[in-house]
């Protein structure tokens, strides 16, 4: 047995290293809530003792935001096709100790947009992300870490080209992978007349790898070459193996389900806070909620909505798409708002359908507000002030906002899919437990009797207080996912495999 002197001369071991590769972080990028999971995750992780690295695109918004950042006058060049594309590494601080590096290459990079512009992708998306996915090992080469965790099809690449040409990357030959998919729906799906750019041997543009009917699929590059495969909640890593929401993937997801894990995603609460947030115009909380009537009463006003209190007030804060269930909700419509209710809609999204819901206002006056926009003050200004949260969704593979509003005391309306029967739970006005309230079928009359449920409740004050308190008190806090990434990391850096 040895004495505690001589313990105490026993090296440290040094913390284990992870770099994250992601195409957004907030608040340096943000599109959604990829953005808000690489902002919160690093942080969490980094409190448990391990040593986080970052990477993403220096884009104008970095560039321009007023970041305090620094050239670390490394300057670099990535092989495309038959050229070389010259980059610089940028690098600027997070949380307690944590490196965020940012490759620069104006040519990619400086643009009004991450991914297009009008609804339509950049013609060089492809170019732009495999020359991202060649710096990220770059990056790596000058610290090589124990694991690469690169997130969505924008990194994916990243991973295959470190598994496909372990020549051109020696240093990192013990690094191991993870691949995150944030949502499904969005792959990276090219033209193989860009496959050239990737400098990869034909024989990756197959069934096997990388070959998707036909076209390049990024994403699918990330799946078949990572070490383990991660999505974003329980029920989502279920349903990506069905042919109904695998999107043509699910049999490369059952092929390799004993590597595929689902961890939630978790909420940062020290920005959704309806105590403390900063956006609102009265904080409140759980022995004082008098503050959420006065936010109701300010939304309803910039709105130009009936100034009513007792006016059930239904809020939205998402992306204008059909997996959002804008469909179901355009089909709705007339049949909600003739229960007496309010709707106030913020978010961008499909051409189509912002046209369609520009107009409600018109069509609905003093009953629907809908603001076009990316906002973050007022997606906080509408979570706090409506009465219940409206996510719809065709499928949804974590979802953050019914996390944000459970917080603010403002009742989620869910259809039971991924992420979100994860985290509400229906309200048994028998029991008193539950925080919400859920249908299962797509369609209109579901949705319209879980709306029921929730008015007929809202009328029923203490009933409607007990069901805020649940909510309120909901934990979903960073803590408990970061400790299942920090167990996966361990697991696989002491692998073999």
């Known amino acids: 047995m ?14 284990l290293h992870v770099v994250m590769a992601s195409p957004e972080i907030a608040p340096f990028a943000k599109t959604g809530g990829l953005g808000d999971v690489l902002a919160s995750l690093p942080i969490a992780l980094e409190q448990l003792g391990l040593r986080v690295s970052l990477v993403m695109p220096a884009y104008r918004s ?3 935001g007023g970041f305090s950042i620094e050239d670390t006058g490394i300057d670099f060049t990535v092989p495309i096709s038959n050229s070389r594309e010259a980059g610089t590494l940028l690098k600027t601080k997070v949380g307690r100790d944590i490196t965020l590096y940012l490759i620069r290459a104006d040519q990619y990079y400086d643009r009004e947009n991450f991914y297009g512009t009008h609804g339509e992708d950049y013609l060089d998306n492809a170019e732009r992300f495999t020359f991202f996915a060649r710096s990220i090992l770059g990056v790596l080469k000058y610290d090589p870490p124990a694991i690469l965790h690169a997130h969505d099809w924008q990194s994916a690449l990243a991973i295959a080209f470190l598994k496909a040409q372990p020549h051109l990357y020696l240093e990192l030959s013990s690094v191991k992978t993870i691949f995150t998919v944030h949502n499904l729906g969005y792959q990276g799906l090219f033209n193989y007349l860009d496959w050239h750019l990737l400098n990869l041997d034909e024989r990756f543009f197959t069934p096997q790898y990388l070959e998707f009917y036909g076209k390049i699929n990024f994403l699918k590059g990330g799946l078949v070459f990572a070490d383990r495969i991660t999505t974003v909640s329980p029920s989502y890593a279920d349903e990506i193996k069905t042919a109904e929401q695998g999107f043509g993937l699910d049999g490369v997801f059952r092929e390799r389900a004993k590597d595929l894990v689902g961890i939630l995603n978790g909420a940062d609460y020290e920005i959704w806070n309806p105590e403390t947030d900063p956006f609102i115009c009265k904080t409140y909380g759980l022995q004082n909620l008098w503050g959420k009537k006065s936010c109701k009463s300010e939304l309803q006003r910039t709105f130009g909505l009936h100034d009513v209190p007792d006016i059930p007030l239904i809020g939205m804060v998402s992306r204008l798409t059909s997996q959002k269930g804008f469909d179901l909700l355009e089909r709705a419509m007339d049949a909600m708002l003739s229960r007496g209710t309010q709707l106030v809609l913020l978010g961008t999204g499909d051409k189509h359908y912002e046209e369609i819901f520009a107009e409600m206002p018109e069509r609905y006056p003093g009953k629907v507000g809908v603001k076009i926009d990316f906002d973050d003050s007022l997606a906080h200004k509408i979570i706090a002030s409506s009465d219940l949260l409206l996510m719809p969704s065709r499928y949804e593979p974590s979802g953050l906002t019914q996390l944000y509003a459970l917080r603010y005391g403002t009742i989620p309306i869910v259809r039971a899919t991924g ?18 309230f859920i249908f299962n079928t797509y369609d209109v009359p579901e949705f319209l009797q879980a709306l029921d449920r929730a008015l007929e409740l809202l009328r029923q004050k203490e009933k409607w207080a007990k069901l805020m308190r ?23 850096a002491g692998s073999s495999t």
Not at 419 to 436: A, H, Q, W
Not at 470 to 492: H, I, P, V
């Open 62 to 64: 970095v560039l321009q």
């Open 419 to 436: 992420g979100l029967r994860d985290t509400v739970r229906e309200f048994d006005p028998k029991t008193g437990e539950g925080d919400g």
């Open 2 to 15: 040895e004495s505690k002197n001589s313990a105490e001369k026993l090296p440290k071991i040094p913390p």
């Open 470 to 492: 649940n909510a309120m008190t909901a934990d979903f806090s960073w803590g408990r996912s970061a400790r299942s990434y920090a167990d996966l990391y361990q697991q696989l």
